[in-house]
């Protein structure tokens, strides 16, 4: 779990913070959950509008951006019909 391969790195009771980039669901599959339940600040961010529900849901900070190489002003973000593969920007 990577929780567990983070919280090595640390002493004991250590609380961080970290940026989750790219944040996907709060819990389900989500492999930092761990921190958050042991009182790390997480950053997340994602753009995924259903995603970003949850968290409010759930009273978690999350910013909605998304990301591109290029600095190309404003795009269209396109949310997969299938919540488990890739969105993308177009």
């Known amino acids: ?6 919280l090595k790195y640390f002493p004991e009771g250590y609380k961080g ?3 989750e980039i790219g944040a996907g669901f709060p819990k389900m599959g989500n492999p930092i959950f761990g921190l958050r339940e042991k009182g790390w600040n997480i950053i997340s961010i994602e753009p995924n509008p259903v995603f970003c529900a949850e968290y409010k849901a759930l009273k978690y ?17 396109i949310v997969t019909p299938n919540g488990l593969s ?5």
């Open 61 to 77: 900070p999350i910013l909605k951006y998304a990301c591109y190489s290029e600095d190309a002003g404003e795009m269209d973000f």
């Open 86 to 90: 890739a969105s993308m920007l177009v």
């Open 17 to 19: 913070t970290i940026i």
């Open 1 to 6: 779990m990577l929780t567990d391969e983070i």
